[in-house]
C-alpha cells in the first residue's frame, strides 16, 4: 500500500512538473515611464499598449503602473530598469544617450518600426541596448512625433534666416543639445516637469520638446514662440529587465511580441489625434509660429540632421552598419501615413 501511494504520488508530482510551463501561472510586471504620466507619450504607453495588454493578458500577463518621473529620475531610470527595480520602462533613449548613443540614429531615421523589424535593423538596435543598457529592446512607440524649438522670448534671426541662439540658455536632453549648441545657444539640463519655473526665474529662454504636450503640461503659460519646421522623429522605446525577459514563458512573450508591433501603430494614431487637439488650443493660447521657409528652412534642417549623424559617428562603432538602415535619402517610410509633413528634409 505505501509503494502504490508513493508511486502515485511520484507521478503527479511529475506530471505537475511537465504540465507547469502550458499552465504557467499570469504574470505581473512593473512597469515605469520616464515622462510625467499627464505627458501625451506617456499616456499614450498607458492607453495603447498597456491597456490592451491588460485586457487581453488575463491569465497571461499583466502590468502594472507604478509611476513616472516621482518614482525615478527620467536619467536614472535605464539604469533602475537593469538593476531590476521594476520590469518594463517606456522613456525616450535622450534621457540615457550616453549609454546608448545610439538612439541619435532612432532620432534622425526617416524609416518606421516596420521597415526595421524587415531589414534587420530592429534585431541590431537589440543587440546594441542588451549590450549597453542592458535591457531587451521590445518596441519603438510613437515614432512619428517630432520636435520643434520653443522660446520665451523671440529668437534672432542670423542673414542665412537661421535663428541665431548666440547669448540664449536652451534646456536641452541629448535630443536637442548638438543642435543648439551649433547655432549658438548654452544648455542646460533638467527634467521637463521643471521648464516652467526654469522660464519664469530667468534660468532659460526657451526649451526644445515633443509637437505635443505642450498644453498637458502647461507649458503653453511660459512659451510665446515656436520655430518651424519640426525636425526628427522620438526615439521613446520600450525596454524590458533582461532577467525579467527570460524567466517568461514562450507563451508570454510571444504574448507581448505581438501586442508590441500592435503598439507601434496604434501609438502613432493616438499621438496625431492628440496633437491635432493641440494644435487648436495653442493657437488660442497666442503662441506664435516662426516659419523658416526655401533656404532657410533647408539650412535649419540640415544643421539639425548633420549634428546628430555626427554625434552617432563619434561615439557608436555601430554608425557605418546602423545608418543605411535606419535612414534612406529622400526615401522616407513612415509607420503610419497621416497626411502630414514631417521634416522637411525627408
Not at 543598457?133 to 510613437?142: F, I, R
Not at 524649438?149 to 534671426?157: D, F, I, V
Not at 505642450?214 to 512659451?223: A, E, F, H, M, R
Amino acid at each position: 500500500m505505501t509503494f502504490i501511494k508513493s508511486g502515485v504520488a511520484a507521478a503527479a508530482a511529475t506530471i505537475a512538473m511537465m504540465s507547469a510551463p502550458a499552465f504557467a501561472a499570469e504574470r505581473t510586471l512593473n512597469a515605469v515611464t520616464g515622462l510625467q504620466q499627464t505627458n501625451i507619450i506617456a499616456q499614450s504607453f498607458l492607453q495603447t499598449f498597456m491597456k490592451p495588454v491588460n485586457a487581453a493578458g488575463k491569465g497571461i500577463l499583466q502590468i502594472n503602473y507604478v509611476g513616472g518621473q516621482e518614482v525615478v529620475p527620467p536619467r536614472k531610470a535605464a539604469a533602475a530598469l537593469k538593476r531590476g527595480q521594476f520590469d518594463m520602462l517606456a522613456c525616450p533613449t535622450a534621457y540615457y544617450i550616453g549609454t546608448v548613443p545610439e538612439g541619435y540614429g532612432i532620432l534622425a531615421s526617416n524609416q518606421g518600426p516596420k521597415v526595421l523589424r524587415k531589414n534587420g535593423g530592429f534585431e541590431l538596435l537589440q543587440k546594441i541596448y542588451k549590450q549597453k543598457a542592458g535591457s531587451h529592446l521590445l518596441a519603438w512607440g510613437e515614432s512619428m512625433t517630432s520636435y520643434h524649438m520653443y522660446l520665451h522670448k523671440a529668437p534672432k534671426l542670423g542673414a542665412d534666416g537661421v535663428p541665431n541662439l548666440t547669448g540664449y540658455k536652451m534646456r536641452a536632453t541629448g535630443t536637442y543639445r548638438p543642435l543648439f549648441r551649433a547655432l549658438g545657444a548654452t544648455t542646460i539640463n533638467i527634467k521637463s516637469s521643471e521648464v516652467i519655473t526654469a522660464i519664469q526665474r530667468g534660468t532659460v529662454d526657451g526649451y526644445g520638446f515633443t509637437d505635443v504636450s505642450v498644453i498637458s503640461l502647461g507649458l503653453d503659460k511660459v512659451t510665446k514662440y515656436r520655430v518651424m519646421p519640426n525636425f526628427y522623429q522620438t526615439n521613446q522605446v520600450l525596454t524590458v529587465n533582461p532577467k525579467t525577459w527570460d524567466s517568461l514563458t514562450k507563451k508570454q512573450r510571444d504574448f507581448l511580441n505581438a501586442q508590441a508591433i500592435i503598439y507601434e501603430t496604434a501609438s502613432v494614431k493616438f499621438v496625431e489625434k492628440s496633437r491635432l487637439s493641440e494644435e487648436a488650443q495653442m493657437k488660442k493660447a497666442g503662441i506664435k509660429d516662426i516659419v523658416l521657409k526655401g533656404a532657410a528652412a533647408q539650412k535649419y534642417l540640415d544643421i539639425a540632421h548633420a549634428e546628430i549623424w555626427k554625434e552617432l559617428k563619434k561615439r557608436s562603432k555601430f554608425h557605418d552598419q546602423l545608418k543605411p538602415l535606419l535612414y534612406k535619402p529622400g526615401k522616407a517610410v513612415r509607420q503610419v501615413d497621416t497626411g502630414r509633413m514631417l521634416d522637411q528634409k525627408r
